[in-house]
């Protein structure tokens, strides 16, 4: 009989309670970096390293027959992780509350110890969700520091279901809405001086959410500049920075904000229902517990999940380790490139409007555009259809924008540039087209 005790558990190891699958099948699941060939120092030039890369491809399963270029939805997992999620699923659904029970809170916290560490916070400031809209709704939700004749501000490009918790507010808190539509074509400065403006026109404003990377249009904002400015108007931030990490090479402390939701089933690749909500320690009185839950001072009593997909959870580790031996700022580098690939393949032809600018540090990977200036959602809708029907191209649509809807490409970290180069030769015959 296995020795499920802790102590036997513990015998384990420390270093291997993340990503642990059950034995005989851990070393062939582990990510290693000998799995990838060495590659250049400079993520740059990395980028551009095709045996690297398509050694990276070898670890994910791709759809047959289209070009998938919609990977912002959430993302695929590798092999090694794909595996390990499998094989601790079986456990748990052989052992169910047994394991839960006795070992699960020690792997759980483990893992939160290391997505810690990776994010640059302490572990007591960061609680696991299902997914960022979770941790967010919670956020704002829980953000008690307003009341009748404040407001709150948001922006066109912010996810849906954020604005519809801040619009929200106006009846639990009793606040005004304000609503920012963000300037298109953007800068840093244009950006900075919207909110800028926001601020010095409406001096009620006490929160404001802001989308680190839009799910629209792929609109990487200047954080750290907007949470500076409205620090120093008394005014907090919450982040929705659920595209951000594994997208980005980035840190939380270099966004400077004190509430941020954050996803790792979308560029980190964990199985999906897992997401993160981060907050400053000695920002927690911001936030109340969750709909009466005792406040014990922890930042768990501010979100409650119930149960959790406990084999989702333990996937967080093995993702970290294939995040790791891909390498973050390799990861971010390959992402712009595959995007300023099909970008600069496009860029003269003028009835082709790119949406999302070429300013270095407010792009990544997820790029939106339209076609002879055609904003309705059906149009966008259609051309999506086309690009997917005719060249066999799988795109999404995307709507709420102030300036009108388009379509959106998101590449991932095994898209090959065949498949950019597929897209802009499909955008380039389209544009043609009366």
């Known amino acids: 009989m296995r020795d499920t005790s802790r102590r036997g558990f513990l015998r384990m190891g420390g270093a291997g309670l993340i990503g642990l699958a059950s034995s005989g099948t851990r070393a062939a699941t582990e990510p290693s970096p000998k ?16 045996t690297f890369w398509s050694a990276v491809a070898q670890l994910y399963d791709v759809p047959d027959g289209i070009v998938h270029l919609e990977h912002g939805n959430w993302g695929a997992m590798a092999h090694p992780v794909l595996a390990s999620y499998q094989s601790r699923q079986a456990e748990i659904n052989r052992d169910t509350a047994y394991y839960s029970r006795r070992l699960f809170g020690i792997e759980a916290d483990a893992i939160r110890r290391r997505v810690a560490r990776e994010l640059g916070v302490e572990a007591e400031e960061i609680a696991f969700t299902r997914n960022a809209t979770e941790a967010l709704e919670a956020l704002i939700g829980g953000y ?14 912010d996810y849906d279901s954020m604005q519809k918790a801040m619009r929200w507010l106006a009846k639990r808190r009793g606040v005004r809405i304000a609503k920012l539509d963000l300037p298109e074509p953007a800068s840093t400065d244009a950006i900075v001086s919207a909110y800028a403006r926001c601020l010095e026109e409406d001096p009620a404003i006490r929160l404001i959410l802001l989308t680190h990377v839009s799910h629209r249009t792929g609109l990487v904002l200047p954080v750290a500049k907007i949470v500076a400015m409205a620090r120093a108007a008394d005014v907090d931030v919450i982040v929705d920075s659920a595209h ?5 090479d980035f840190r939380l402390p270099d966004l400077a904000a004190d509430f941020v939701g954050l996803n790792l ?18 920002r927690l009185d911001a936030i109340e517990p969750y709909m009466g839950e005792a406040d014990n001072g922890r930042i768990t009593s501010r979100v409650r999940t119930g149960t959790i997909n406990h084999a989702a959870l333990l996937g967080v580790g093995p993702a970290l380790d294939m995040h790791e031996c891909i390498g973050p700022a390799r990861k971010a580098a390959r992402l712009k490139y595959l995007r300023n690939r099909w970008v600069s393949a496009v860029a003269q032809e003028l009835r082709l409007q790119v949406l999302t600018p070429d300013e270095p540090g407010l792009y990544a990977g997820i790029t939106s555009f339209r076609l002879h200036d055609r904003r309705t959602r059906d149009a966008n809708v259609s051309l999506a ?5 005719e060249f066999g191209i799988f795109t999404v649509a995307r709507t709420g924008l102030a300036s009108g809807a388009c379509v959106r490409v998101t590449p991932a970290v095994y898209t090959r540039e065949a498949d950019v180069d597929h897209l802009a030769t499909a955008l380039l ?3 043609q087209r009366s």
Not at 38 to 50: F, G
Not at 265 to 282: C, Q
Request: proline letters at 8%.
């Open 385 to 389: 259809a086309t690009l997917l029907d």
């Open 429 to 431: 015959k389209l544009s």
């Open 35 to 50: 799995n990838l060939p060495p590659t250049a120092a400079d993520p740059a030039q990395a980028a551009e390293d095709k």
């Open 244 to 248: 951000a990490w594994g997208q980005i």
């Open 265 to 282: 089933h979308k560029w980190i690749g964990a199985p999906l229902g897992v997401g993160l909500m981060y907050v400053k320690r000695s």
């Open 144 to 157: 008690h520091r307003l009341g009748p004749g404040d407001a709150v501000l948001y922006s066109d490009l």
